[in-house]
């Protein structure tokens, strides 16, 4: 071992007392970014599902299920200004109709990745205006709606669906 007074021990101080400063430096920044995304995210507020959105004439169209289908539409959970974030520990959702016809079933279920989902089952074949609610345990704004049910989806119409699009990686442009 070199003593203390050595100018290469000296030198190996210097340099791992910048490498520690450095190294110090980068966790602080790390620590700093972390902290502000933090900050930045705010919280639930309001549960709305995935749904596709229809207008007509400039007007929003209830949601419209075919009678031979049963569908399910994810439940997110959405910030005051709109972001999806994570639902609230341990949340619980619900979700109930006042439709007193008997018109369409609605159950909470999953998505095949496991997420909460609302499924929908139509048992009539045809009927419009079917109220829902879904609520849930941590007293966030509800989403409530309606569906109408449907013998016709045939297409009318072509557009993107811009609420799922399938987004794979690629190398960044040179220009």
């Known amino acids: 071992m070199l003593p203390d007074t050595h100018p290469l021990h000296q030198l190996w101080q210097r340099i791992s007392g910048l490498a520690t400063a450095a190294f110090l430096r980068e966790l602080e920044e790390v620590e700093a970014y972390l902290i502000k995304n933090i900050a930045d995210q705010k919280p639930a507020a309001r549960i709305v599902l995935a749904l596709p959105e229809v207008y007509r004439d400039g007007k929003l169209m209830p949601l419209q299920l075919k009678n031979t289908e049963v569908s399910k539409f994810r439940i997110l959970v959405k910030d005051a200004d709109g972001a999806v974030v994570p639902a609230p520990a341990s949340d619980v959702f619900t979700v109930t109709s006042a439709d007193t016809t008997g018109s369409c079933a609605f159950t909470i279920d999953k998505m095949l990745d496991g997420a909460p989902a609302v499924m929908m089952q139509p048992l009539k074949r045809t ?38 699009p399938e987004i794979t990686a690629q190398p960044e442009p040179a220009a």
């Open 127 to 164: 009927a419009t205006g079917i109220p829902y609610e879904v609520k849930d345990s941590a007293g966030l704004t509800v989403d409530d709606d309606t569906v109408d049910i449907v013998t016709d989806l045939t297409a009318k119409a072509v557009g993107l669906d811009l609420a799922a």
